[in-house]
T-cell receptor, first 114, second 112 residues
Framework: DAGVIQSPRHEVTEMGQEVTLRCKPI?????LFWYRQTMMRGLELLIY????????DSGMPEDRFSAKMPNASFSTLKIQPSEPRDSAVYFC????????????FGEGSWLTVV | SQKIEQNSEALNIQEGKTATLTCNYT??????LQWYRQDPGRGPVFLLL?????KEKRKERLKVTFDTTLKQSLFHITASQPADSATYLC???????????FGGGTRLMVKP
């Protein structure tokens, strides 16, 4: 299995630009998570999908952030407009729904907003 | 407020010794707790899961304990090796389901 695939791996963009991060979960997994990691705040859950439906988006910091999952094999996290404080590593992860199931992380998208 | 606390200071130990990392939580009643390993520039990787009705879980050189009265989990690596150097994260589910909340992680450095 290829694991969770994220793109781009690295992105440097100017403040105000739109950023789109992409994720392909592990085939057969029905839960998908977007996390953000920074030195100050650690690993924070932004949004969680189950069967392509957003279940909990309470971690999305503000309206500039949006996430979609149009089908079981693809999700996007969009930031528009981006700000320097959005600079972080964004991880996508997937799992099989069920209590205690392991979450599998991608390698992350390293975002720098200048 | 709900908190998951791990020692933010790095733990430095000598090769061959046992490393013990601590995860404390408040205002949660998790059904299970997980430990992950994260190497620099990589995503976290699952290591072990322990359920609320389990006191201890082992996997090779790893051992996890879970004390729901103390609200604490301990993560042990016996016969530590330099290759064990990484950041270790604990995670628990704040409510029913498989949504995980992570602690800040503890960096372990094993010196040869």
């Amino acid at each position: 299995d290829a694991g969770v695939i994220q793109s781009p791996r690295h992105e440097v963009t100017e403040m105000g630009q739109e950023v789109t991060l992409r994720c392909k979960p592990i085939s057969g997994h029905n839960s998908l998570f977007w996390y953000r990691q920074t030195m100050m705040r650690g690993l924070e859950l932004l949004i969680y999908f189950n069967n392509n439906v957003p279940i909990d988006d309470s971690g999305m910091p503000e309206d500039r952030f949006s996430a979609k999952m149009p089908n079981a094999s693809f999700s996007t996290l969009k930031i528009q407009p981006s700000e320097p404080r959005d600079s972080a590593v964004y991880f996508c992860a997937s799992s099989l729904r069920g209590t205690g199931n392991t979450i599998y992380f991608g390698e992350g998208s390293w975002l720098t907003v200048v | 407020s709900q908190k998951i606390e791990q020692n933010s200071e790095a733990l430095n130990i000598q090769e061959g010794k046992t490393a013990t990392l601590t995860c404390n939580y408040t205002n949660y009643s998790p059904a299970y707790l997980q430990w992950y390993r994260q190497d620099p520039g990589r995503g976290p990787v699952f290591l072990l899961l322990i359920r609320e009705n389990e006191k201890e879980k082992r996997k090779e050189r790893l051992k996890v304990t879970f004390d729901t009265t103390l609200k604490q989990s301990l993560f042990h690596i016996t016969a530590s090796q330099p290759a064990d150097s990484a950041t270790y994260l604990c995670a628990l589910n704040p409510n029913a389901g498989n949504m995980l909340t992570f602690g800040g992680g503890t960096r372990l450095m094993v010196k040869p």
